[in-house]
């Protein structure tokens, strides 16, 4: 059974532009109609920016017409200063570039998650480190005039603990503070063992809060809320249906490749292995996420990460040497 087909199945979503854009581009041996994909290459990331310009490839891709760039970067799971300094850099520039602000901006930050649960507080915990201006910003000295943007921040909770759709709240604070642009982030449920922690996409398109995980939400975008929405997003978790999937491909895989065992994969079709894995799974009816040990460090350090990049592309007068002069 390919993976198309068993994350149809079990209902697993993808939350990363890249994830869908392999997965189309490997079942159909070809790119896809209407989604221009570039990469660039660092000392420490990979940034690979996927453009959906048409809407057939909307379509084939399950997301918006927009901009997806993602950074992916196995060293944010390590405990690298310098590496990590770099990465900050890589994705301020890559923000600049996303936003395109004057000086005059004003910018919403939006720590969306749920700040009592780990693997979904990367929203709350960027937003405790985030330099806040706006309540300040009338007096600013001049000689700190169209250095410093005029930024405020909510982090809205979640459904559960509020009772109010995410996408109202942020709606009714557009209303009254006027920004002109909303940054969005949030942790975002990943296609692949491998990008858990390891890759930051940023998408122009807005976000649709709980997808990841089966739980959506009305979504954030410019339609929704009425301003142009920028999402942050860092894959924390994997459905454990993606884990199962791939230990039965490796098990296949040797049964194939072993004379003794051959017989037994010929007699093996994909209905029996998704049996298999949906007898695995019933007990959580397929919504069973998994997430790494060290989650609370990882959260921290990306969190770290995600905050300079913001402060560095809203704010002219911080740059790569001081950034970290100005975290909460």
Request: with cysteine.
């Amino acid at each position: 059974m390919n993976k198309n087909e068993m994350f149809r199945l079990l209902n697993v979503n993808l939350d990363m532009a890249i994830e869908a854009h392999e997965l189309l581009r490997g079942e159909a041996n070809a790119e896809v109609s209407g989604v221009v994909m570039t990469q660039e290459k660092s000392a420490y990331a990979l940034v690979t920016t996927i453009v959906i310009e048409t809407e057939e490839g909307a379509r084939q891709m399950g997301r918006p017409i927009g901009q997806y760039v993602t950074m992916e970067a196995p060293v944010l799971l390590s405990n690298d200063y310098s590496a990590h300094h770099e990465l900050t850099e890589i994705l301020g520039q890559q923000l600049i570039r996303m936003m395109s602000l004057d000086e005059s901006a004003s910018v919403l930050l939006v720590g969306l998650g749920n700040w009592n649960a780990t693997p979904d507080a990367l929203g709350p915990q960027v937003i405790t480190k985030s330099l806040i201006t706006r309540h300040l910003y009338q007096f600013t000295p001049e000689t700190l005039k169209g250095k410093l943007r005029e930024v405020s921040a909510i982090t809205p909770g979640v459904l559960g603990l509020t009772g109010i759709e995410t996408a109202e709240i942020i709606r009714g604070i557009v209303e009254h503070v006027h920004p002109d642009l909303v940054i969005a982030i949030d942790a975002l449920a990943a296609g692949s063992l491998e990008r858990i922690g390891a890759s930051i996409q940023l998408a122009d398109t807005g976000i649709s809060p709980g997808s990841g995980v089966g739980n959506c939400r009305m979504g954030l975008t410019e339609e929704t809320i009425g301003c142009k929405v920028l999402a942050i997003g860092l894959p924390t978790v994997v459905n454990a249906a993606v884990i199962a999937h791939h230990t039965l491909e490796c098990l296949l895989d040797q049964l194939k490749t072993s004379p003794a065992l051959y017989r037994i994969y010929q007699e093996l079709n994909p209905q029996m292995t998704q049996q298999i894995l949906s007898e695995v799974l019933a007990p959580f009816h397929g919504n069973l996420m998994v997430t790494p040990k060290e989650i609370d460090t990882l959260i921290e350090s990306s969190a770290r990460i995600i905050t300079g990049a913001l402060s560095m592309s809203l704010h002219p007068e911080i740059n790569e040497q001081n950034y970290p002069a100005y975290f909460q």
